[in-house]
């Protein structure tokens, strides 16, 4: 597989390259491999300046949409940070194809994630959490998304 996203040498790169609209589906597993939900999903991303929008949207069958939406900063080339009233995390780049994303929510501070985004190509990407509650994996999500070139991100602030 070549490097991508196209021409990502730093994590400002890796996160322009992936601007855009993705739609894709999550599975959330118990740390036994059970299915415990499985839901659609889009996620739309922007980038002005050095702000960062992010807007996951949860599509679960017979509920109604879940819209979450963040917002990061980037400092410098090499670093995003997440830090909200909520949330908090900071991106980094590991290599031309991998991104490793720490974050929690600050609601539950026993709670630890640990995302791992790999961008296969251009286009197609996986992305796995790691969710430790109190020093230890309770669940697993494994996503898996394509982009939808003909669609623009939502502008929201």
């Given at each position: 597989?070549?490097?991508?996203?196209?021409?990502?040498?730093?994590?400002?790169?890796?996160?322009?390259?992936?601007?855009?609209?993705?739609?894709?589906?999550?599975?959330?597993?118990?740390?036994?491999g059970?299915?415990?939900?499985?839901?659609?999903?889009?996620?739309?991303?922007?980038?002005?300046?050095?702000?960062?929008f992010?807007?996951?949207?949860?599509?679960?069958?017979?509920?109604?949409?879940?819209?979450?939406?963040?917002?990061?900063?980037?400092?410098?080339?090499?670093?995003?940070?997440?830090?909200?009233?909520?949330?908090?995390?900071?991106?980094r780049?590991?290599?031309?194809?991998?991104?490793?994303?720490?974050?929690?929510?600050?609601?539950?501070?026993?709670?630890?994630?640990?995302?791992?985004?790999?961008?296969?190509?251009?286009?197609?990407?996986?992305?796995?959490?790691?969710?430790?509650?109190?020093?230890?994996?309770?669940?697993?999500?494994?996503?898996?998304?394509?982009?939808?070139?003909?669609?623009?991100?939502?502008?929201?602030?």
């Open positions: 597989m070549s490097p991508t996203p196209s021409g990502a040498r730093t994590l400002r790169g890796a996160l322009t390259s992936a601007l855009g609209v993705w739609e894709g589906s999550y599975r959330h597993l118990a740390p036994d059970t299915t415990l939900e499985r839901l659609a999903s889009r996620q739309e991303t922007r980038l002005e300046g050095d702000n960062w992010e807007r996951i949207i949860y599509r679960r069958t017979g509920a109604p949409d879940e819209v979450v939406d963040f917002r990061a900063r980037f400092v410098g080339e090499h670093e995003v940070v997440f830090d909200d009233a909520n949330f908090e995390g900071r991106s780049l590991v290599s031309d194809r991998h991104l490793l994303f720490p974050y929690r929510w600050k609601q539950e501070p026993d709670v630890e994630l640990v995302e791992l985004i790999t961008f296969a190509t251009d286009d197609y990407r996986t992305r796995l959490w790691q969710r430790f509650s109190g020093g230890v994996l309770d669940r697993l999500t494994v996503i898996e998304e394509r982009r939808i070139s003909q669609e623009s991100p939502a502008v929201w602030h």
